[in-house]
């Protein structure tokens, strides 16, 4: 029983509200990408640079709000133009790994996409082994071929198989493999360590002026395009409002997410993550599936799984 002024939360009320968080978060992730696929599939919207520009200048106003403002977490400077270049070559490779993976959902299913996605802890591995030269134990090195195994098989039993999608998502998984190598080497003095939400709030802006040459030049009118699409149909503004709104809860509910909860928790949950957006994107989108695709999704999060456990085992 609690009395006035010495209120604490009930562990019900606890559990809930990790509940809802977790919530928010696979409702967050799994529907930026099922919008981003809607939007540059379905839709039409064929612009994946403008796309990744309009969440990452959403990343930069609602990190603001959410720092500066409410206060969400409290804000950390950038100490010396020293720091303020290595975030900026870590946002360079963020929008590489965002705008590859953006384009590769114009090619490939979900399913397939998330399959590829899974791969990430190998290319960790390889970074980290060349960067750091940093030795794992041979078992941590065994699981990886069934992550490896897994795509193989399942991109020989993807019906919709895309070379330059693959290319492009294998990209993707390898800039964010990159990116959270070098993030490790960079920022890894105490007076230099950010977490996540002012990290965002630091590479944000700097990608949306990296983004914006990059759209001006090889994306030519998208703003007069988009705004003649929007003549037509106002549903594109709105698309474009909520998926970017969207690609900031990402960042937000993993931040809060990994806070509330333990390592393992952490750890499980993700790799089922990845398992909900197949089996959502199957329901919504029809693609065709096969057995041989599925088999080899399935051996690639079973591998993992098992890098995961290995790693925790050799700490």
Known sequence: MSTKGNWSPSPVSGRLFTFGLVAA???????????????LSNYGFKYPI?????????????????????RVVPMQT???RLQFVKIAALSLIF??????????????????????????????AVFAYVMTVKREAWITYCTLVPVVTGVIIASGGEPSFHLFGFIMCISATAARALKSVLQGILLSSEGEKLNSMNLLLYMAPI??????????????????ITLALARKDINIIWYLLFNSSLAYFVNLTNFLVTK????????????AKGAVA????ILIFKNPVTVTGMLGYSVTVIGVILYSEAKKRNK
Do not use: D
């Open 260 to 271: 509330h909860t333990s390592a393992l928790t952490l750890q499980v949950l993700g790799n």
């Open 50 to 70: 403008f796309l990744t520009m309009c969440h990452m200048s959403a990343c930069s106003l609602l990190s603001y709000v959410a720092i500066a403002w409410l």
């Open 25 to 39: 978060w696979y409702s967050s992730n799994i529907g930026v990408l099922l919008l981003n696929k809607y939007l």
């Open 207 to 224: 990608a949306v002026v990296l983004l914006l040459p990059a759209t001006i030049v090889m994306e030519e009118n998208v703003v007069g």
């Open 95 to 124: 929008c590489g790994s965002v705008v590859s993976g953006n384009v590769s959902l114009r090619y490939l299913p979900v399913s397939f996409n998330q399959a590829v996605g899974a791969t990430t802890p190998f290319f960790t």
């Open 78 to 80: 950038v100490r010396s």
């Open 278 to 281: 197949v089996v959502v994107s």
